[in-house]
């Protein structure tokens, strides 16, 4: 069975950091490209950054590019997300989830439950 | 940057069908994606691909594409299946995801 866990999350004061973990098992992590999306309370999706299977191609949003860094561990079956100048709008639940890909960005086929992020003073 | 249009929200009542589109200028070259999510859960696949289904996902959910529109259709609508609604692609360039902005189906 594939299983996604965050975990990593807090409250924490704006320009602050955190540092996101996700530890997958049930599957052969690194076939696969891993992703994470977050969801602002009461708010839709929102991609966030992308990692693929041997970590020669991440992509960001745009709201996150130059704060974030993605990184994973095969042989730890671990993606993180290292998250610096932290602001109030990244306030959210962060999904880890896996594409059906290996390498090209198509479809999130597993999601993990999430871990809340909260930015507050 | 690119975005994918859905309804904020469908209702309809039990045994009714629910149609959800999702409007994006990519998706005649890019697939579409289908999540569900219920409240306090995580998104969960129902579509890929347009139209094929996962194994576990009951058969009254089904996908379609026209042009630039792909369809989420449920079929005879049961209570559990209100919930919101994601679609998600990619740009042209397959550079990163976008997701809708979600609907929210209620079951009268």
């Known amino acids: 069975e594939v299983q996604l866990v965050e975990s990593g999350g807090g409250l924490v004061k704006p320009g602050g950091s955190l540092r996101l973990s996700c530890g997958a098992s049930g599957f052969t992590f690194n076939n696969y490209r891993m992703n994470w999306v977050r969801q602002a309370p009461g708010k839709g999706l929102e991609w966030v950054s992308s990692i693929s299977s041997s970590s020669t191609s991440i992509r960001y949003a745009d709201s996150v590019k130059g704060r974030f860094t993605i990184s994973r561990d095969n042989a730890k079956n671990s993606l993180y997300l290292q998250m610096n100048s932290l602001r109030a709008d990244d306030t959210a639940v962060y999904y880890c989830?896996?594409?059906?890909?290996?390498?090209?960005?198509?479809?999130?086929?597993?999601w993990g439950q999430g871990t809340l992020v909260t930015v507050s003073s | 940057s690119y975005e994918l249009t859905q309804p904020p929200s469908v209702s309809v009542s039990p045994g009714q069908t629910a149609r959800i589109t999702c409007s994006g200028d990519a998706l005649p070259k890019q697939y579409a994606y289908w999540y569900q999510q219920k409240p306090g859960q995580a998104p969960v696949v129902v579509i890929y691909k347009d139209s094929e289904r996962p194994s576990g996902i009951p058969e009254r959910f089904s996908g379609s594409t026209s042009g630039t529109t792909v369809t989420l259709t449920i079929s005879e609508v049961q209570a559990e299946d209100e919930a919101d609604y994601f679609c998600q692609s990619v740009d042209t360039s397959a550079s990163y995801y976008v997701f809708g902005n979600g609907t929210k189906v209620t079951v009268l």
């Open positions: 989830a896996r594409d059906r890909s290996y390498d090209i960005l198509t479809g999130l086929d597993y």
